[in-house]
């Protein structure tokens, strides 16, 4: 089992910064992928950034690409999520998730994940 517990959200204002954190806990970490995702209000889940379990390759959603960085320390069981110039737009629920042991590489999918945590709201005012 493995639970994840992200911080760093608030409220910003358009054009500010924020790192979001997931730490993690329970079964060997830095052997997995990790992902963040994020919900708005009335809209689905989407894909923002993923994470090989060495840290080496990313994925982004093109939405976020150039304003988004995920990164990981497997020494801290932390997966970070810098976002940079934030817009009204970003404003949504943020969700780590992380798949099974193994599963080394990201995934732009929701179900390739077998782990959630309870996510962090961000708020970007206009």
């Known amino acids: 089992q493995v639970q994840l517990v992200e911080s760093g959200g608030g409220l910003v204002q358009a054009g500010d910064s924020l790192r979001l954190s997931c730490a993690a806990s329970g079964r060997t970490f830095s052997g997995s992928a990790m992902g963040w995702f994020r919900q708005a209000p009335g809209k689905e889940r989407e894909f923002v950034a993923a994470i090989s379990w060495s840290g080496i390759n990313t994925l982004y959603a093109d939405s976020v690409k150039g304003r988004f960085t995920i990164s990981r320390d497997n020494a801290r069981k932390t997966v970070y999520l810098q976002i940079n110039s934030l817009k009204p737009e970003d404003t949504a629920v943020y969700y780590c998730?992380?798949?099974?042991?193994?599963?080394?590489?990201?995934?732009?999918?929701?179900?390739?994940?077998?782990?959630w945590g309870q996510g962090t709201q961000v708020t970007v005012s206009s």
């Open positions: 998730a992380a798949r099974g042991t193994y599963a080394t590489s990201g995934s732009y999918y929701s179900y390739d994940y077998d782990y």
